[in-house]
């Protein structure tokens, strides 16, 4: 007996609309159809002027700053749920408060768990984001978690550069095995920005682990918030000998004056997604950054995931 295919409807979220629209283009079906109100005190109700019954729902949205966006993805899916929906799956191209995955001082909240468990409660059944902080947050849910890896829409473009001497960098310890899956891909050599904090967003001292004189050096990040970290990295590594050196990060956070910093930096280029939507007004004042859109692969996983087929096919690189 065939396999039989509940109907797919897709609706964004206000934080990821221009994502959204380019997954929905790719996937071949329009967005649905949503409105949300705000009450005069910033209260917010999102709610589906179509019916979602029996339908297989994606929900679209990143949970970048502001919080609002996390509190609409949540009354989103606790909509769906109250519509009737067949099975919602909520697609988080960029989890906020991953980075607070373990209590690394006394007395701390450990945020990315408490997200996973409002998601849950909300009524998910089903979570699909891309390069978490540290892939063992999967398992702070209880629903299925399909994790889509950037490396399928990094490596092609970094093959396209032809750079003769290719070494990967890491610009800190805790993301030594980010690079090294990287570096597979090459057949690189991986050196580890070695830094230690004062306190977050601050860094007190870098040193680097391995040799890069002469070398074309691309450094492997999940996250780039303030761009210091990166900014620091690139100068160490230009300082000792390297030929060039460029950024590979997933989620352009871009905090504060993160585009300056990028901008003002010794990189070549820094090297993004379009997981979260970046500030028209400050991109055009950062001729550094080169945004490479993710829709193919999450149009992709929404099929697979749909039609019962495999997500991991989706990371074959040619």
Same mark, same amino acid.
């Given at each position: 007996?065939?396999?039989? #295919?509940?109907?797919?409807?897709? +609706?964004?979220?206000?934080?990821?609309?221009?994502?959204?629209?380019?997954? @929905?283009?790719?996937?071949?079906?329009?967005?649905?159809? *949503?409105?949300? @109100?705000? #009450?005069?005190?910033?209260?917010?109700?999102?709610?589906?002027? %179509?019916?979602? $019954?029996?339908?297989?729902?994606?929900?679209?949205?990143?949970?970048?700053?502001?919080?609002?966006?996390?509190?609409?993805?949540?009354?989103?899916?606790?909509?769906?749920?109250?519509?009737? /929906?067949?099975?919602?799956?909520?697609?988080?191209?960029?989890?906020?408060?991953?980075?607070?995955?373990?209590?690394?001082?006394? $007395?701390?909240?450990?945020?990315?768990?408490?997200?996973?468990?409002?998601?849950?409660?909300?009524?998910?059944?089903?979570?699909?984001?891309?390069?978490?902080?540290?892939?063992?947050?999967?398992?702070? #849910?209880?629903?299925?978690?399909?994790?889509?890896?950037?490396?399928?829409?990094?490596?092609?473009?970094?093959?396209?550069?032809?750079?003769?001497?290719?070494? &990967?960098?890491?610009?800190?310890?805790?993301?030594?095995?980010?690079?090294?899956?990287?570096?597979?891909? +090459?057949?690189?050599?991986?050196?580890?920005?070695?830094?230690?904090?004062?306190?977050?967003?601050?860094?007190?001292? *870098?040193?680097?682990?391995?040799?890069?004189?002469?070398?074309?050096?691309?450094?492997?990040?999940? &996250?780039?918030?303030?761009?210091?970290?990166?900014?620091?990295?690139?100068?160490?590594?230009?300082?000792?000998?390297?030929?060039?050196?460029?950024?590979?990060?997933?989620?352009?956070?871009?905090?504060?004056?993160?585009?300056?910093?990028?901008?003002?930096?010794?990189?070549? %280029?820094?090297?993004?997604?379009?997981?979260?939507?970046?500030?028209?007004?400050?991109?055009?004042?950062? @001729?550094?950054?080169?945004?490479?859109?993710?829709?193919?692969? #999450? /149009?992709? /996983? &929404?099929?697979?995931?749909?039609?019962?087929?495999?997500?991991?096919?989706?990371?074959?690189?040619?």
């Amino acid at each position: 007996m065939p396999l039989q #295919f509940n109907t797919v409807k897709l +609706f964004a979220g206000s934080g990821t609309v221009e994502l959204a629209e380019k997954i @929905s283009n790719s996937y071949g079906k329009p967005l649905g159809d *949503m409105t949300l @109100s705000k #009450f005069s005190d910033g209260e917010i109700q999102p709610f589906y002027n %179509e019916s979602v $019954r029996g339908s297989d729902v994606f929900l679209i949205q990143s949970t970048n700053q502001p919080n609002d966006n996390l509190l609409e993805l949540l009354f989103m899916i606790d909509a769906a749920k109250r519509a009737s /929906a067949h099975y919602i799956t909520v697609v988080v191209p960029y989890l906020g408060y991953a980075r607070q995955d373990r209590k690394d001082k006394p $007395r701390v909240a450990i945020g990315a768990k408490l997200i996973a468990n409002l998601i849950v409660a909300a009524g998910a059944h089903r979570i699909m984001t891309m390069d978490l902080h540290a892939a063992q947050i999967q398992g702070f #849910f209880d629903i299925p978690v399909d994790h889509l890896d950037g490396s399928i829409i990094f490596v092609p473009y970094i093959k396209s550069l032809k750079l003769p001497n290719l070494t &990967i960098a890491s610009p800190d310890m805790g993301g030594s095995y980010r690079a090294r899956t990287f570096a597979k891909f +090459f057949n690189a050599e991986v050196i580890i920005c070695d830094k230690r904090r004062k306190r977050a967003n601050e860094i007190e001292s *870098m040193s680097i682990i391995g040799d890069v004189k002469d070398q074309d050096v691309v450094l492997i990040d999940d &996250i780039c918030d303030t761009a210091g970290t990166l900014s620091k990295a690139a100068a160490l590594i230009m300082e000792n000998g390297a030929r060039s050196v460029r950024a590979v990060c997933t989620h352009a956070v871009l905090s504060g004056k993160a585009y300056d910093t990028i901008e003002n930096s010794v990189l070549t %280029e820094m090297i993004v997604t379009d997981t979260i939507q970046l500030n028209p007004e400050k991109r055009r004042s950062c @001729s550094k950054i080169k945004v490479l859109s993710t829709a193919e692969l #999450f /149009a992709g /996983a &929404i099929k697979n995931v749909n039609e019962h087929g495999s997500i991991s096919d989706l990371f074959e690189i040619k």
